[in-house]
């Protein structure tokens, strides 16, 4: 076979650098181009953050933009795709929590407005290893507690058996299975019950025999977390009534004592400094009308550095300085941030204008919406509304919501309507607040009333529905 050569013609896209940087920073988050803007700045001397006080702005530009961009380019950036505690016997989740209520507990407006500065906490090691120096034990018992806790996991459990730490221990230590379990009590009944459990069910206990003797129906609920907590779990009340042979009132107080309790001893070492979320549009009601603007706290202050642009101007040689080639680079770089904000105003105005019910009246008014509907309004490629929708916030009246909240897909009810799925989770939330506790819906009559309203939904998609709302089953929210 010989060998020949041929041309050929055929055309084929190119992403340009200024286009891949723009594609970039359209994708980032407002923390990560908060990032990228710092590295530029340390990178190329041509950009200088801007001196001007009030709102962060770009030079040259004004520092309000205004909702409506009728004159706005359409920045087209291509067609480059985009992607989209260990179990035990009885689960902790299983049971309702009497802590967890205060945990999802809103602040007042005060508290919200002006958050407290975090002070530095003790970690669960540290404050146990200062409760064991300050005891009565002797210093070979207070060394031998203290390898213990050092083997806890980080909800305070010790889920290594007392026989494999044993084997593991260097027999020059001298130390025996009976120290080490009358370590692992000397280490249960510190300042903390609950700490050093081998099990959920032993946790509890811990928990309620730190209480008063004298406590009600202290004893029933040491029985039940010892020996029926799986029952308890199951909200199986008809059975534990019948063998330990008590009453509605006494059951009902015994699991509110054990809802009260702590199933992690450990989670109050564990508080995270929460994460803020700067949205990138705020959300108002102007004249009676939905308007978005940019929030001007999430926009840079970049500009050029008139200093060495104004160098660079008065050279008569200015081909072969490399401040050229950074000032290009800078002029590209803040024309990108431009089409940046651009862009996600306009797609959150058009989400605004779809989804006007869902800020009036909330979750049950939303409607369905694809990533396809916008980029056909506003002419954008689908990739590029999907980016302007990542990691993207606005700010509303209702609270800050991701961009990609305000879609998803819909059911067609028996009108020829729509209804969306964010509506649909709205609809099982209200039927399970206003449910009879001794008598909770099923999925299948929660679809039957649904299907009354006129909004078919099968049983299985209210089941999948109700676990991502973290709804449990019928049989675990039935109560006495």
Request: proline residues 4%; charged residues 25%; negative net charge.
């Amino acid at each position: 076979m010989k060998a020949s050569l041929q041309l050929r013609m055929s055309q084929q896209l190119a992403l340009t650098p200024q286009l891949q940087q723009a594609i970039r920073l359209l994708q980032l988050s407002t923390q990560d181009m908060e990032q990228e803007v710092a590295r530029m700045l340390d990178e190329n001397p041509m950009l200088e953050l801007s001196e001007q006080a009030g709102h962060r702005e770009y030079a040259g530009e004004p520092s309000r933009v205004e909702s409506r961009v009728a004159e706005s380019d359409d920045a087209q950036y291509g067609d480059a795709g985009h992607d989209e505690m260990d179990e035990m016997p009885v689960s902790i989740e299983s049971i309702e929590w009497g802590a967890h209520a205060n945990a999802n507990a809103s602040s007042d407006d005060e508290d919200a407005a002006f958050p407290e500065q975090a002070a530095k906490q003790s970690s669960m090691r540290e404050y146990l290893h200062s409760q064991l120096a300050v005891s009565q034990l002797s210093l070979r018992d207070k060394q031998v507690v203290g390898m213990l806790i050092d083997a806890l996991d980080e909800q305070g459990y010790l889920e290594q058996d007392l026989a494999e730490l044993y084997e593991m221990l260097p027999k020059e230590l001298a130390i025996s299975l009976d120290d080490l379990e009358t370590a692992l009590v000397q280490l249960q009944y510190l300042d903390q019950p609950g700490i050093g459990a081998r099990s959920l069910s032993e946790c509890l206990a811990l928990q309620l025999r730190a209480l008063p003797e004298n406590m009600p129906h202290r004893e029933l609920a040491i029985r039940l977390v010892t020996e029926h907590l799986d029952l308890v779990a199951a909200h199986d009340f008809a059975r534990i009534k019948k063998i330990l042979r008590c009453s509605d009132d006494q059951l009902r107080a015994a699991q509110q004592m054990i809802a009260g309790l702590k199933p992690r001893p450990a989670a109050e070492f564990d508080r995270t400094v929460a994460d803020y979320v700067i949205p990138d549009v705020l959300v108002e009601l102007r004249a009676g009308r939905w308007q978005v603007r940019l929030n001007p706290e999430a926009m840079p202050k970049v500009c050029i550095n008139q200093m060495y642009a104004n160098i660079l101007q008065q050279r008569d040689d200015k081909t072969g300085s490399p401040l050229v080639a950074q000032l290009q680079e800078a002029n590209w770089f803040i024309r990108s941030l431009q089409q940046r904000f651009e862009t996600i105003l306009r797609v959150a105005q058009a989400i605004v204008e779809r989804q006007a019910a869902f800020l009036e009246h909330g979750e049950i008014a939303m409607r369905p919406l694809v990533l396809r509907e916008i980029s056909e309004a506003l002419e954008l490629h689908e990739s590029t509304v999907s980016r302007s929708t990542t990691q993207k916030f606005m700010r509303t009246p209702r609270g800050v919501y991701e961009f990609k909240h305000f879609f998803g897909s819909g059911l067609v009810t028996e009108s020829g309507g729509a209804c969306s799925s964010a509506a649909i989770r709205e609809l099982i939330k209200q039927l399970v607040a206003a449910e009879d506790a001794r008598k909770p819906l099923t999925d299948g009559r929660m679809s039957e009333i649904l299907a009354q309203q006129g909004i078919v939904v099968a049983r299985r998609t209210i089941a999948k529905y109700r676990e991502a709302l973290n709804i449990l089953p019928v049989n675990l929210r039935k109560t006495l």
